[in-house]
C-alpha cells in the first residue's frame, strides 16, 4: 500500500509541477495569464469533480476522508480517490491558493481503502487501512513521515488517537516516503535545521505571544472562508457560473499580488530563509489578506485544495511581522 501511495502521489505532484512550471512560463511572457489560467483552472477542477466524482464535493479533502471513515465504513471509490486530488493538482498548478495535504489524504486513504476492499477485509480492516492510507499520502507529498503517522492517526477522533493502526500507518508511511523521495529527492518545504538547540525562556515567551497573535489571525481567516460560503449561498446562479467568478477574482489578486497566488512554497521558502526581513509590514499584512481570500474563494468556487499550506504561509508572514516589530535577538529567530 505504501509503495503504490509513494507512486501515486508522485506521478499527481509531477502533473502539479508541470502546471506550474506551463503557468510560470505564461505568466512571465504576460501578466494576463494571471488572469485567465486560474479561470480555465479553477473551471476544469470543478467539472472533473462534478461529473467523474460520485460525491460531487469539491474543496478541501479532509472533510471527505472523515464522511468515508465516520459514516460510510472507509468506503472510497475509485473515481473519488482519482479525480479529486486531479482536480487540486490543476487547481494549484493554474494559480489557485490551496495546499496539497488535503489531496494527500484523499489520495492515501483513498487507495489503501480500495485494496482492502480488493482484498474482501472487514469493516474495522477497511477504516484501518483507510487512516494508514491517509497517513501515508501526507507522508508522502510532505516528506515526513512522522508527521504523516501523528497528522492522520488523530484525523478520526477530537480527543484520542487511533491507537491500532499505528504499526500499519508507520509501515505505510515509511514505504510511501522512501518511494517518494526515490523520484523527487528529500528537499523538504523547510530548509533542515543541522542542529538543535535549547529554547531560552525569552524564547519561549515569544513564541507563546506568537502563539495568540496567530490564533486571533486563524479565527479571522475562518470568518472569511465560512463568509465566502455563505455569499455564495445567497445567490442561486448556475452551478458551472462559479468557479468561472471565483477563478476570475483569484487572478485579479494574482495580477497584483503574484505572491499569493498558487500553493506559495517560494514565499514559505523565502521567509524562513530571512529574506522577508527585507519587506515592508504592510507588505506583509498584504500578503497575510489577500492568501486568505484568495484561498477561501478558490475553494468556495469549486477548486480543490486543502487549506494547511496557506495557515503555514498566514503564519509565517506573522512571524516575520512579529520579528520586525519586536526585534527579537537573532539567536532567537
Not at 512571465?28 to 473551471?43: A, Q, V
Not at 515509511?174 to 535545521?193: D, K, N
Amino acid at each position: 500500500m505504501g509503495i503504490s501511495i509513494g507512486l501515486a502521489s508522485t506521478i499527481i505532484h509531477e502533473i502539479y509541477v508541470l502546471l506550474s512550471e506551463i503557468t510560470h512560463l505564461m505568466t512571465e511572457l504576460n501578466r494576463s495569464f494571471y488572469l485567465i489560467l486560474p479561470i480555465l483552472g479553477i473551471t476544469l477542477a470543478f467539472l472533473l469533480v462534478d461529473r467523474y466524482s460520485t460525491t460531487k464535493q469539491s474543496g478541501g479533502g479532509s472533510h471527505r476522508l472523515l464522511e468515508a471513515y465516520h459514516f460510510e465504513g472507509g468506503i472510497m471509490t475509485a473515481r473519488d480517490t482519482l479525480f479529486e486530488p486531479l482536480a487540486s493538482a490543476i487547481t494549484m498548478g493554474t494559480g489557485g491558493s490551496a495546499g496539497f495535504e488535503g489531496p494527500s489524504l484523499l489520495l492515501g486513504g483513498g487507495i489503501g481503502s480500495l485494496i482492502s476492499q480488493r482484498l474482501n477485509f472487514n469493516q474495522e480492516d477497511i477504516q484501518r487501512f483507510l487512516i494508514s492510507g491517509a497517513a501515508a499520502g501526507v507522508a508522502a507529498i510532505f516528506k515526513a513521515p512522522f508527521t504523516g503517522i501523528m497528522f492522520a492517526l488523530e484525523i478520526p477522533y477530537k480527543r484520542d488517537l487511533k491507537r491500532v493502526s499505528f504499526i500499519p500507518a508507520t509501515m505505510a508511511s515509511i514505504s510511501a516516503y522512501l518511494v517518494t523521495i526515490a523520484f523527487q529527492g528529500p528537499e523538504t518545504i523547510f530548509p533542515l535545521i543541522p542542529r538543535f538547540q535549547v529554547p531560552s525562556p525569552f524564547f519561549l515567551i515569544h513564541a507563546f505571544i506568537i502563539g495568540i497573535v496567530t490564533a486571533l489571525f486563524g479565527a479571522i481567516f475562518i470568518r472569511i472562508f465560512d463568509g465566502v460560503g455563505n455569499l455564495r449561498s445567497k445567490y442561486s446562479l448556475d452551478k458551472r457560473i462559479y468557479p468561472i467568478i471565483g477563478g476570475l477574482m483569484v487572478g485579479l489578486i494574482g495580477v497584483f499580488i503574484p505572491r499569493v497566488a498558487g500553493v506559495g512554497y517560494d514565499t514559505l521558502r523565502s521567509i524562513v530563509a530571512g529574506d522577508a526581513s527585507n519587506w515592508s509590514i504592510g507588505f506583509l499584512f498584504i500578503l497575510i489578506f489577500f492568501k486568505m481570500v484568495a484561498t477561501s474563494i478558490t475553494l468556495k468556487s469549486g477548486g480543490s485544495g486543502g487549506v494547511f499550506i496557506p495557515t503555514l504561509y498566514i503564519g509565517a508572514c506573522l512571524g516575520a511581522i512579529y520579528v520586525q516589530l519586536v526585534q527579537v535577538p537573532d539567536e532567537q529567530i
